[in-house]
């Protein structure tokens, strides 16, 4: 092994074998560095998961459920994952956990193909309201093999329950699933679930942006009165991307386990695993819950700031780490805002409002980067004055700049 050229190569540092990409991400750090960063969906990965997953498990093959028998020394990667899986189930009080799934999009297929037989009905939050693709949309597979229904929301954004109780009396759904993308209140899952048991229906909660609010007890757990919950870790759970979770009864493990893998997915990360045990073990800490409180009263600043520039907010304001800001009356387009917002150092998200313009923003990152509730009513102050009066504020632009130096990026590992 030592005398092949290909041996002597792996030595080398990026820099050295891809100078190209040594340099974008170098670009990337650039950017994050000195951009403020209201993407309702990132965070900043804790040094001790990037480690674990830049570890040796990248190059496992972690094929199967615990106990792996095919491959030897499976004994290893089953470890880590009843870790990961005790660590989960103890965070939410869930009967059974699966922490395989690539994606939390593919979490959420698993989760209806082990549970519905093709073509079965579905009832779900609007996407266009806020929800996501993945519980039943168009272009989505969710969409395509089960038949979808929508409830949303009514004129000041409140989520229309009696809409959905009135739906789903009508349509007879096999199962109600909710959950938000873009939707800036808590959702009432308690209320979805007592409307799914009155059809006779299961009930799915997807908690993708709001699972470290719950961990953090600033949201309702839904588990104990949901059939299954799914979330990603990498919003307010705040570790690395990729990789989904699903908490589920008992009585339903078996049939998403053999959804997932093998129906979907074949040999999972084990340094995805890895990393998320790790992060279960980090977010268990009385730590997280004083970031979760900076996260929560950070959205809500922003939202206060954005207001008293007389910005419209979507359902009024926040209860959780996201704020939309209603755009429709503005004249923004989605590139234009975009990139003017880019150019002024900020990064965020539009995100489609009923057919309008919103802009999603998310208080996660700046939190972590010790911004506190006056600094983000300040920024929604200066941001609502730019989103309303649009480009060219050279005041704006260097506010920004100094923010994001006073309020540095985490290292990551960069500093090895
Ligand atoms: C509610 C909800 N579920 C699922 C997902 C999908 O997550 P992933 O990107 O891990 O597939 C998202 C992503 O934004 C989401 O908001």
Redesign the pocket.
């Known amino acids: 092994m030592r005398d092949l050229p290909w041996a002597a190569l792996f030595t080398h540092t990026l820099a050295q074998i891809d100078p190209a990409m040594e340099e974008l991400i170098a670009t990337q750090r650039v950017q994050n560095t000195h951009s403020v960063n209201l993407v309702a969906?990132e965070t900043y990965s804790p040094r001790a998961t990037l480690e674990a997953e830049a570890s040796a498990l990248v190059d496992k093959n972690a094929s199967g459920y615990p106990p792996r028998e095919g491959f030897g020394g499976g004994d290893v990667m089953d470890r880590i994952e009843r870790l990961a899986c005790e660590r989960a189930r103890a965070l939410f009080g869930a009967e059974h956990a699966n922490i395989q799934a690539l994606?939390?999009?593919i979490a959420?297929v698993a989760v209806l193909r082990g549970l519905l037989r093709p073509g079965e009905r579905i009832l779900a939050f609007d996407p266009a309201a806020g929800g996501?693709g993945?519980h039943g949309g168009g272009r989505h597979i969710s969409g395509q093999e089960f038949e979808a229904k929508f409830f949303g929301t009514r004129g000041d954004g409140s989520v229309d329950y009696e809409a959905a109780a009135a739906i789903a009396a009508e349509f007879r759904p096999r199962m109600i699933i909710a959950?938000?993308?873009a939707y800036p209140l808590s959702l009432d899952f308690r209320r979805l679930a007592g409307i799914a048991r009155d059809v006779g229906a299961l009930f799915f909660a997807?908690i993708?942006?709001v699972s470290g609010l719950v961990i953090a007890g600033l949201h309702e757990n839904p588990v104990p009165f949901s059939d299954v919950v799914t979330s990603?870790t990498h919003k307010t759970m705040c570790g690395p991307r990729?990789g989904?979770l699903i908490l589920c009864r008992e009585e339903h493990a078996a049939a998403i386990d053999r959804a997932l893998a093998p129906g979907l997915q074949a040999a999972p990360g084990g340094h995805i695993i890895a990393a998320r045990a790790v992060l279960f073990a980090l977010v268990a800490r009385p730590e997280f819950t004083t970031l979760m409180q900076a996260v929560v009263a950070g959205a809500q600043g922003l939202a206060e700031g954005l207001a008293a520039a007389g910005v419209p907010l979507y359902a009024g304001g926040t209860a959780t780490h996201m704020v939309v800001a209603d755009l429709g009356g503005t004249g923004w387009s989605v590139p234009a805002l975009n990139a003017a917002l880019f150019r002024h150092g900020v990064v965020a998200n539009t995100t489609g409002l009923s057919g309008g313009l919103g802009l999603r923003l998310g208080s996660t990152p700046m939190a972590i980067r010790g911004l506190d509730s006056s600094g983000f009513r300040a920024l929604g102050r200066w941001l609502g004055a730019f989103l309303l009066n649009g480009v060219g504020d050279r005041g704006f632009a260097e506010g920004i700049a100094a923010l994001a130096v006073h309020h540095p990026v985490p290292p990551g590992l960069e500093l090895t």
Do not use: F, I, V, W
Request: glycine share 12%; net charge negative; charged share 5%.
């Open positions: 969906s994606s939390s999009t959420n996501h993945s959950g938000s993308s997807d993708a942006h990603s990729t989904g």
